[in-house]
T-cell receptor
Framework: GNSVTQMEGPVTLSEEAFLTINCTYTATGYPSLFWYVQYPGEGLQLLLKATKADDKGSNKGFEATYRKETTSFHLEKGSVQVSDSAVYFCAQVNTGFQKLVFGTGTRLLVSP | EAGVTQFPSHSVIEKGQTVTLRCDPISGHDNLYWYRRVMGKEIKFLLHFVKESKQDESGMPNNRFLAERTGGTYSTLKVQPAELEDSGVYFC????????????FGPGTRLTVT
């Protein structure tokens, strides 16, 4: 079945450091891929998405590229801020369906 | 525009009791979803309503869980009787239209069964 695998956390970085959170997926067909973020005390928010191979999603300085050949959708940011501290979830939804399949989430802690 | 709201934010009940969670989607959203995150694990899909009809309930764990969506507006998720393994955070989300859409999530209800 479809699944998403994320790197385990927590990821601890200093402000202005480079961030990578790895995400790989298995799927039948060609899913759409998402990164959701959950800030403390809040619900999940869509951070970015990509709907086909080689698409790059971007938002708030975060980027992720849909790599079909490596079945990956790694999240990157060039310079993190303390306010980026949150839990990040990689997810997919397969064509013709609407249920999201999530990874386990990766907690990011950014210190000043 | 109001977002997805969920009530209560936190519920603590004893094993064997009944709990009802409520979700109010964004006004006008036909699609409503329930998900659950058990401690430290992935968020798992429970079911999907289109208006008042259950489109996909493949993720419902067992018949102790009952979801309804009265008149295609708010939804309730009842757990009866609750078991220890039902503890977790229950998220509701809504969207409008078809296809791989952005789903707007509520803040979740944290359920603790003791």
């Amino acid at each position: 079945g479809n699944s998403v695998t994320q790197m385990e956390g927590p990821v601890t970085l200093s402000e202005e450091a480079f961030l990578t959170i790895n995400c790989t997926y298995t799927a039948t067909g060609y899913p759409s891929l998402f990164w959701y973020v959950q800030y403390p005390g809040e619900g999940l928010q869509l951070l970015l998405k990509a709907t086909k191979a080689d698409d790059k999603g971007s938002n708030k300085g975060f980027e992720a590229t849909y790599r079909k050949e490596t079945t990956s959708f790694h999240l990157e940011k060039g310079s993190v801020q303390v306010s980026d501290s949150a839990v990040y979830f990689c997810a997919q939804v397969n064509t013709g369906f609407q249920k999201l399949v999530f990874g386990t989430g990766t907690r990011l802690l950014v210190s000043p | 525009e109001a977002g997805v709201t969920q009530f209560p934010s936190h519920s603590v009940i004893e094993k064997g009791q009944t709990v009802t969670l409520r979700c109010d989607p964004i006004s006008g959203h036909d699609n409503l979803y329930w998900y659950r995150r058990v401690m430290g694990k992935e968020i798992k899909f429970l079911l999907h309503f289109v208006k008042e009809s259950k489109q996909d309930e493949s993720g419902m764990p067992n018949n102790r869980f009952l979801a309804e969506r009265t008149g295609g507006t708010y939804s309730t998720l009842k757990v009866q009787p609750a078991e220890l393994e039902d503890s977790g955070v229950y998220f509701c989300a809504s969207s409008q239209g078809q296809g791989p859409l952005e789903q707007y999530f509520g803040p979740g209800t944290r359920l603790t069964v003791t």
